[in-house]
């Protein structure tokens, strides 16, 4: 993984997310990926549990997510991102860490900056 570019696989992700495609947004993870959503304080398993937590956090709220910064480490890369939506005070600040195998999302571990 090039240190200074941004995989494809997550260009894609936020693309998706913010067009708030669910089925290209879940293509991003593997099949049988996990995130930690610190921020709601619940790990989701799948694609299924995936896919209901972006339908109610994403969707729902309009959510559009602008990228900050991002280090990419091997196969790791951490992304400080920026909320916007239909949420209470309409945008907050957020943490990503996703974990990449074979082109795809294994594990993101996902908060709210404080």
Not at 48 to 72: A, G, M, P, R
């Amino acid at each position: 993984m090039d240190r200074n570019e941004l995989p494809e696989v997550l260009v894609n992700h936020i693309k998706n997310s913010n067009m708030l495609d669910i089925n290209q947004y879940l293509s991003s993870f593997s099949d049988m990926a996990m995130i930690e959503e610190h921020s709601i304080g619940n790990n989701l398993y799948g694609k299924e549990e995936i896919k209901s937590y972006f339908q109610d956090y994403f969707i729902n709220y309009h959510t559009h997510t602008e990228i900050l910064e991002y280090k990419v480490r091997e196969s790791y890369v951490e992304m400080h991102v920026l909320f916007k939506g239909s949420f209470p005070g309409n945008e907050i600040g957020g943490l990503y860490e996703f974990f990449i195998e074979d082109n795809k999302i294994v594990r993101l571990v996902a908060d709210l900056e404080k």
